[in-house]
């Protein structure tokens, strides 16, 4: 079991029988009355957010989930089919279940896939991927000083904002949990 004082950012926990991972919590002390930890909660199966408030000490389950790393091999309609590096085993999940990291999955990439009661749930992808630039403007000279950007269409589809120096086939490291470009990987 988890107390409230356990709480961290990113911890999986089951409340109401459903696995869920902490995505923002604060621990407050009012001057009257018992402390109580506020949380925000993501449903690992359906992705709901929810906010839930604790009281101090309050315990939770630890949910039955398994964390495995598998490859991304292909996509076919709405199914994305993963293997195990350890045993070879496939799994297939849908849109849904990948959510987010649908945007920086490139075929043969490893990703964190979590599984609740021996079922995939979710999808979690390293914090910094590298992707390349299928579609952009071409070189903008001379207009630096607003310091400002261009769109680029990455080779997952997604579509973020880089500087104008940018062109077709770099390279970038982007940050996956803010969308946001960090750098251009040296070839």
């Known amino acids: 079991m988890y107390s409230t004082q356990d709480f961290r950012k990113g911890l999986k926990i089951e409340y109401n029988n459903k696995p869920w991972n902490i995505v923002e919590f604060q621990h407050v002390s009012p001057g009257k009355g018992n402390a109580f930890c506020r949380t925000r909660l993501k449903n690992l199966e359906t992705g709901q957010v929810v906010e839930v408030t604790f009281k101090s000490g309050e315990k939770v389950a630890i949910p039955d989930v398994e964390v495995r790393e598998m490859q991304y091999l292909y996509k076919e309609g709405d199914r994305w089919t993963f293997m195990d590096v350890g045993n070879y085993e496939q799994t ?7 959510g987010d990291a649908a945007n920086y999955m490139v075929e043969n990439r490893t990703a ?22 299928i579609e952009t403007q071409p070189n903008i000279k001379g207009d630096t000083s607003g310091g400002g950007g261009k769109p680029a269409k990455l080779e997952t589809g997604l579509t973020i904002q880089v500087p104008f120096h940018i062109k077709e086939g770099d390279v970038l490291r982007i940050d996956t949990r803010t969308n946001e470009y960090l750098s251009k990987v040296q070839s």
């Open 92 to 98: 297939t999940l849908s849109d849904d279940e990948v």
């Open 112 to 133: 964190r896939v979590t599984f609740f009661r021996s079922r995939a749930v979710a999808v979690d992808v390293e914090n910094h991927v590298d992707l390349k630039v």
